[in-house]
C-alpha cells in the first residue's frame, strides 16, 4: 500500500465532501460546520483555504485514490492538525502512517489536535504519532447538536 500526501485540489474538495457526509464519521467527528451537509458551501469554504498560507491542505491517496485529507490551520494562535479518511479504509494504519508523513513536512512544534473524548481510533492514531493528551475542553458539537467534552493532544520536541 502506497500512501502519498499531495497538495487539495478543486477536484479533490468534491470527493472529500462526500467522504464526510458518512454518519458514523460524522458522528466521532462531532465538531463539523453547521453547513457541512451543503456541498456548495463545503467547496465554497475549503477552496478559501486553498489559496491561505496559514493552512496547509493535503490530500490522502493511496494507490493513487483518494482516501483523506489532512491539515494544519491556527486556531487561537496555535497550530493545530486535523484530518478525515473515508470509513471504508479505516483501521488500515492509513491515518497513523499519513500523519507521520505529514508531520515531516509540517515541522513546527508544538502542534496540537483536539478530538472528541469517545473518538478512541482517532486518540490512538494521535498517540501512535507521539501526540500527549494535555487536557479537557468542552464544545458544542454541531452533528451532536449538545456540548460535548474534547481532548487536547500536543506533539513537541518533548514527546518525540
Known sequence: MEINLTQTTLDDLKLLFH???DKEAR??????NK???DERAY????SKYLTDP???MLTIK????VVGSISKFVMENEPEITYWIDRKFWGRGIASN???????????RPI????AFDNLGSQKVLEKCGFVKIGKDKGFANERQSEIEEYIYILSEDSL
Open 19 to 21: 467522504f464526510q457526509l
Open 27 to 32: 458522528h466521532l467527528a462531532a465538531f463539523t
Open 35 to 37: 453547513d457541512s451537509k
Open 43 to 46: 467547496v465554497e469554504r475549503y
Open 54 to 56: 496559514s493552512i496547509n
Open 62 to 65: 493511496v494507490n493513487n485514490n
Open 98 to 108: 499519513a500523519l507521520k508523513e505529514f508531520l515531516k513536512i509540517e515541522t513546527i
Open 112 to 115: 496540537h489536535a483536539r478530538v
